[in-house]
């Protein structure tokens, strides 16, 4: 190997230009450190809107009796229990006592701890579990998976496109993928607005809330780094995915990118 070829590939931390050892490292330090008040402050930037999103994103999911889901930065378990929820209730209706199960995978142990002490876990058992792992080398075997979610951490990937084709790796073919991501607004003018009231209200409502100004400056600056919608759908579907579509929420302050695996 020459040195060239040894040498780390620079990505992106924001508006910063790191390697990929210490964008990873650097984004376990983002939200170890904003972990204890995550909940709290998606409703604060969102208004609880965030979870107008995630709802209508597990509805298209379809979760079905049997299944295996993996919520890839999955934080607090938040999706993992709404697909556990959504596929008992699908049993219900067709009398399927197959239960589904959920495992959430984070590289943040600090975001996995938050998210098991919550009291809502109780009612899932063995049901739902909880995985420390990097989302782009998952544990797991080929096609193990019938669903695979993303939640507003895909853009903290050292290389998103290595974690969609380990996504693709661990579904079964027929699969589906859901990547819920902060985008771009469809409108330019509304797209300028939107900015100069996440750069100034953000970061300072991070400041007040959880003490932590600079983790909520890299995270307005990361959406602002994040490819658009069409090239984004590319990416995905040059990763091993079919019949990718694009669902805008708020006029594109979020997206849904859902496809199938093939």
């Given at each position: 190997m020459t040195g060239q070829d040894s040498k780390e590939r620079i990505v992106s931390f924001g508006f910063e230009d790191v390697t990929e050892t210490e964008k990873v490292a650097r984004v376990k330090g983002v939200f170890r450190s904003v972990a204890s008040r995550y909940d709290l402050m998606n409703d604060l930037m969102s208004a609880g809107v965030h979870r107008l999103w995630k709802h209508d994103a597990m509805n298209r999911l379809n979760p079905q009796p049997g299944e295996r889901h993996l919520d890839v930065a999955g934080g607090t378990g938040e999706l993992a229990r709404a697909f556990l929820a959504l596929a008992d209730k699908a049993g219900k209706r067709r009398g399927d006592t197959r239960q589904a199960t959920a495992i959430v995978s984070d590289i943040n142990d600090a975001m996995l701890e938050a998210g098991k002490a919550r009291p809502d876990n109780a009612?899932?058992?063995?049901?739902?579990?909880?995985?420390?792992?990097?989302?782009?080398?998952?544990?797991?075997?080929?096609?193990?998976?019938?669903?695979?979610?993303?939640?507003?951490?895909?853009?903290?990937?050292?290389?998103?496109?290595?974690?969609?084709?380990?996504?693709?790796?661990?579904?079964?073919?027929?699969?589906?993928?859901?990547?819920?991501?902060?985008?771009?607004?469809?409108?330019?003018?509304?797209?300028?607005?939107?900015?100069?009231?996440?750069?100034?209200?953000?970061?300072?409502?991070?400041?007040?809330?959880?003490?932590?100004?600079?983790?909520?400056?890299?995270?307005?600056?990361?959406?602002?780094?994040?490819?658009?919608?069409?090239?984004?759908?590319?990416?995905?579907?040059?990763?091993?995915?079919?019949?990718?579509?694009v669902t805008n929420y708020s006029g594109g302050i979020a997206a849904l990118h859902f496809g199938w695996a093939v």
């Open positions: 009612q899932w058992g063995d049901r739902l579990a909880w995985v420390c792992a990097d989302g782009q080398n998952l544990p797991y075997p080929d096609k193990t998976f019938d669903a695979v979610t993303v939640s507003f951490g895909i853009r903290n990937f050292a290389d998103r496109v290595a974690g969609l084709r380990e996504f693709r790796r661990v579904l079964k073919t027929g699969g589906r993928l859901a990547v819920l991501e902060f985008s771009h607004m469809t409108a330019p003018i509304l797209q300028d607005a939107y900015d100069r009231y996440s750069f100034a209200v953000i970061p300072r409502m991070g400041e007040l809330v959880a003490g932590d100004r600079d983790s909520y400056q890299y995270l307005i600056e990361s959406i602002r780094k994040f490819p658009d919608q069409r090239t984004f759908k590319s990416e995905i579907e040059g990763a091993g995915f079919g019949q990718v579509s």
